[in-house]
């Protein structure tokens, strides 16, 4: 009720001041030019509030909530994390070898980096060749350890 009565207390003060200045306005040319702007005002008034509303509704139903810079952060670091890890996956697949990765991504001089990238289970006599492999596709080289 109260977006109504501000809608409707905002459309009357467009109105007054509308209708003020086209009556201190001089007769002739001018009058009919100050007419057509002063109902474009008044129109424009009148549709601000609802283009707001809607706006307001599209985002909050396209995204669930407004993102702050946070979340919109954190879900390019879990965005680069897991395009690392599949690439990690993608080598570890043509090698036949069952590993688990693990990525955690930081931001360094404005760029994604893998600061923690561990394959668990794919050391071995191809260790090197691996790592060199997936470090050549992900530009992030990684610890490869031997799981017991």
Avoid: W
Wanted: hydrophobic letters at 45%; aromatic letters at 6%.
């Amino acid at each position: 009720m109260e977006s109504v009565s501000g809608l409707l207390l905002g459309l009357c003060f467009a109105a007054v001041l509308g209708g003020t200045v086209h009556l201190l306005s001089p007769n002739g040319s001018t009058d009919r030019a100050m007419g057509l702007f002063v109902s474009l005002f008044v129109i424009v008034s009148m549709l601000s509030p609802v283009q707001e509303l809607l706006g307001n509704n599209f985002r909050q139903s396209a995204f669930g909530t407004q993102h702050t810079q946070e979340t919109v952060q954190q879900a390019v670091l879990d965005s680069a994390a897991e395009a690392i890890r599949r690439s990690a996956q993608t080598v570890l697949d043509k090698y036949g070898i069952e590993a688990r990765v693990e990525v955690q991504t930081v931001v360094r001089d404005g760029e994604v980096h893998a600061g923690r990238f561990v394959i668990y289970g794919a050391a071995g006599e191809k260790a090197q060749e691996i790592a060199d492999e997936i470090y050549a596709l992900t530009g992030e080289l990684p610890i490869l350890e031997n799981v017991p």
